[in-house]
């Protein structure tokens, strides 16, 4: 489309003047522009000298990498670790004395959310580890602080990201822990089963930590629906690999009871959790976190399961029992099995500290080239039904970046 | 999908190659920084390091800002790097970083003017010795670039922050008007209008250094240096 025909030709081409410099303009465009610079001694002037301009500031010096950067950078970061963690730790000394454990019983919900919270920083969780290691401090610790620190970070992703058009969640102040389970009280919060939590405890987790970010959080999982797609799929990925397959039964039965705003995508879940469960009922005599069932989690892209297959300890549940949970849920297909043995084998590499970090940054790069898609696995019928998608849902962890 | 390996490398095996971390994208070198693998941040910074401190440089107007603002950048390209969209180059998700912060900066400083009249002054010092001192180093050390490069943050002091940024990303760094668009968050036609008053304000601040009697030519009517979208400004 040609420019409309301008009164005053000079003014019309001096302000097409820079992108016929950016070569911007259509042929058309640039063909009158050129045109008329050929005749008009004052255009071209002005065009020269933005040329002029061009070439000066393309050959301004460039500052060099300010020295030492990359280790001011390491050592800000560690810095940073430090602090948050020792604020942490400060949070957690005042546990409530028992007369006011009743206001520590948590909105369930917000346990959920924090759930979420949780399994989503795996992968961080999984740096963690590694910094831990290296500064040998304690391992668990390390881990742990880690872990708190990265579920607070997401907590601020998913709340900048996902909130379009959903209004903003009223936050907890981060001082006074006993305080925040009756600000966060809602008429449709019921208080979570204090069973359901035990195991958590048992394991090292301090669920009462999670109020504070799940009180951000639960209103989000309350507008669940609203929530921009490329947050919810990671969102129901990272809760499926977190609780245990009961708990979450015990948690969706309750999200059911409340009249809660669900979703097809929702209600995919519930339904291959609670058929997973079923299943597991009769032989379930100890936690079995599905986080180390990642590859049967039907949202989640391989390289997160296999990230998210990283327990928070060196707790090893056999291959011969993983093999017997998936079947006992009727997951029957070999490649299924054989994905879940080798994401255990590489969880116990890495755990265990085995793998040289070459080789597992080797095996993270041959990852990232091959998943060009993710391949979302949906379950119809009882029966899995493989979809290619465009590499650009789920999360970041699939995809490389754009070379330059 | 299967995994891409069958199995895994038992340890005594683990002989992996040796990773040329310079071979690898950015994108592949985020991944590798997600994953804790903290030695993907040297490559990183040796890409963008300098880049990073020359737009702020131009744009704080204070070497001393600048850097610590370099260094504040690339702590959240580590600590946020979970939270790189690979959808998006890595130079505008990095310069997007050091806008935000340079705004966040500048926005700081318009508070505080008293101190700001003093600041600037150690600024505009600290920045022109830099310019010399790199100047002085540079490939084109040619009497006019030097007097140029002076003069040219002398000129660019006086535009607004965003005509500095859009000017400095196009001509300084080279990024295209859609990435810069993403920069600032604007439309591509949006960064051209103001891309172009930045040229004509700055075009009249340093006239002396742009005569027409140096060289220039016209690019021929048929060329094409990019894709040839639009066509008139609102």
């Not at chain 1, 084998?345 to 080239?369: H, P, Y």
């Not at chain 2, 800002?65 to 998006?88: G, K, M, N």
Request: proline share 6%.
């Amino acid at each position: 489309m040609n420019a409309p025909a301008p009164s005053n030709p000079c003014s019309a081409v001096r302000d097409l003047a820079s992108r016929y410099l950016d070569g911007r303009l259509s042929a058309p465009s640039r063909a009158r522009v050129h045109a008329h610079l050929k005749e008009c001694g004052d255009c071209l002037e002005t065009y020269r000298s933005l040329q002029r301009l061009s070439t000066l500031a393309r050959a301004l010096p460039r500052a060099d990498v300010p020295a030492d950067l990359a280790r001011r950078v390491r050592r800000t970061v560690s810095e940073r670790r430090q602090q948050t963690l020792a604020h942490l730790q400060l949070d957690e000394a005042p546990l409530a004395p028992a007369k006011d454990r009743a206001a520590l019983r948590l909105p369930w919900r917000g346990i959920a959310a924090a759930a979420v919270l949780v399994a989503s920083c795996s992968a961080a969780l999984f740096a963690g580890y590694k910094l831990g290691r290296q500064d040998e401090r304690g391992e668990t610790d390390q881990l742990i602080a880690d872990l708190r620190e990265d579920r607070d970070r997401f907590a601020e992703l998913a709340i900048n990201q996902g909130r379009d058009g959903v209004p903003p969640a009223p936050r907890a102040p981060r001082g006074d822990l006993a305080d925040a389970p009756e600000r966060a009280r809602t008429p449709l919060v019921q208080e979570i089963d204090p069973g359901i939590l035990q195991p958590y405890r048992e394991k090292g987790f301090q669920p009462e930590h999670f109020v504070r970010s799940a009180h951000s959080l639960w209103s989000d999982l309350r507008s669940f629906d609203q929530l921009d797609p490329e947050v919810r799929r990671p969102l129901l990925s990272a809760q499926l690999s977190c609780f245990d397959l009961p708990s979450q039964v015990a948690i969706y039965d309750q999200l059911a009871s409340t009249g809660a705003p669900q979703s097809d995508e929702l209600a995919e879940v519930i339904a291959f959790v609670r058929r997973l469960s079923q299943q597991l009922e009769r032989s379930t005599d100890e936690l079995v976190p599905s986080r180390l069932l990642g590859s049967a989690d039907p949202f989640a892209a391989l390289p997160v399961s296999l990230v998210e297959a990283v327990p928070p300890s060196r707790t090893r549940i056999a291959d011969e029992r993983i093999e017997e949970i998936l079947r006992a849920s009727g997951e029957t297909n070999p490649s299924v099995l054989e994905r879940v043995r080798s994401a255990m084998a590489v969880k116990q590499a890495f755990v265990g500290g085995e793998m040289n970090s070459d080789l597992q940054s080797t095996l993270i790069i041959q990852i990232v080239r091959t998943e060009q898609t993710n391949v979302r696995r949906v379950f119809e019928n009882g029966k899995e039904v493989r979809r290619e998608e465009s590499s650009t849902s789920s999360t970041q962890q699939v995809t490389g970046g754009t070379e330059h | 999908m299967a995994l891409p390996f069958r199995r895994v490398p038992s340890p005594e095996v683990a002989a992996a190659p040796r990773i040329d971390f310079e071979a690898l994208s950015d994108g592949e070198l985020m991944q590798l920084l997600v994953h804790g693998d903290d030695r993907a941040l040297m490559p990183i910074i040796d890409r963008y390091g300098g880049r990073v401190r020359t737009y702020l440089g131009h744009v704080t107007r204070d070497g001393s800002w600048a850097d610590d603002l370099t260094q504040e950048v690339f702590v959240r390209v580590f600590e946020s790097a979970s939270t790189f969209d690979p959808r998006f180059a890595f130079q505008v998700w990095v310069f997007r970083i050091a806008r935000n912060l340079a705004v966040d900066l500048l926005r700081r400083q318009s508070t505080q003017r008293k101190l700001r009249d003093t600041l600037e002054e150690r600024a505009a010092e600290s920045e022109r010795q830099s310019i010399r001192s790199r100047a002085a180093s540079s490939p084109l050390q040619g009497l006019v670039e030097v007097e140029f490069a002076e003069h040219f943050e002398r000129a660019l002091k006086r535009l607004p922050e965003i005509f500095r940024t859009v000017f400095v990303l196009r001509e300084v760094e080279g990024l295209a008007y859609e990435e810069i668009a993403e920069v600032v968050d604007a439309s591509p036609k949006t960064v051209s209008t103001r891309l172009h008053r930045a040229r004509l304000q700055l075009r009249k601040l340093l006239s002396p250094y742009l005569d027409p009697f140096r060289e220039g030519h016209l690019p021929s009517s048929s060329s094409s240096e990019g894709e040839a979208s639009e066509e008139q400004e609102s």
